[in-house]
């Protein structure tokens, strides 16, 4: 098993944001969380990255409890995020976004890094001395991935990287992900563009109010009744 939340709480003030989540991913898994806004989607990555405090419950990660483990210290542990609005740098250039993917390491050591996220996105490699703000939507989304990469992910958390993109583009961002997983990582999606992600996904677990109203294989939740409507009414 590489990532473990078991009854997970996490709360806002009093607000409680998370209310007993458990789900997994094993090693070289895609799965998605599903859920509409509000749903606990950003809280749950965010407290697996250690930018969000636990009430009670655990993370595991390759059986490590997470407890105390600060956030620089999971991202060297091989946890890494491609946050919500891909939160790059705007007025830095793109290779200088990418290096700040790798702070925690090396510079010696980033050549193989850079050429790993420029074979995925080879407009970055055009773009390298380009300012990240000036970049589309879409090539921002593929800098934000390409930034959590260059730390050799063993479990990459990506949140919403549908948001603003055309579904085209989006497309060619799950071909890349597609990639990024074939060589090995495991990932950890949260979506509201269903239909896409379930049909890559292995598993999915549906976010409810903060809480896991149920899960199952991607495969299968895809033809569910339960969240046909709600769920799968965009993204054909």
Do not use: W
Not at 97 to 113: H, I, Q, S, T, V
Request: glycine share 12%.
């Amino acid at each position: 098993m590489l990532l473990e939340l078991d009854d997970l709480h996490v709360h806002y003030g009093s607000i409680a944001a998370l209310k007993g989540v458990s789900a997994t991913v094993e090693v070289n898994e895609i799965v998605t969380l599903l859920g509409g806004n509000g749903a606990g989607k950003t809280t749950t990555l965010k407290t697996i990255s250690g930018l969000r405090p636990i009430t009670s419950g655990r993370i595991l990660f390759e059986g490590e409890d997470l407890a105390g483990v600060p956030a620089h210290r999971r991202v060297q542990m091989g946890i890494s995020q491609a946050p919500e609005g891909r939160g790059i740098f705007p007025g830095m250039s793109v290779a200088e976004n990418l290096e700040m993917g790798a702070y925690a390491r090396r510079r010696a050591k980033l050549d193989a890094e850079f050429d790993r996220v420029f074979q995925l996105f080879p407009r970055l490699q055009e773009r390298r001395k380009q300012a990240g703000g000036t970049l589309s939507g879409g090539e921002q989304q593929m800098l934000a991935i390409g930034r959590a990469l260059m730390t050799q992910p063993k479990l990459l958390l990506l949140d919403e990287p549908s948001l603003g993109l055309a579904p085209k583009v989006f497309d060619t961002i799950l071909e890349r992900v597609r990639a990024i997983h074939a060589a090995g990582a495991s990932i950890l999606i949260a979506e509201q563009n269903a239909r896409r992600v379930l049909r890559m996904a292995h598993h999915c677990y549906v976010l409810e109010n903060g809480a896991i109203a149920f899960d199952g294989p991607a495969s299968e939740l895809l033809h569910d009744p339960r969240i046909e409507q709600t769920y799968l009414g965009a993204g054909h």
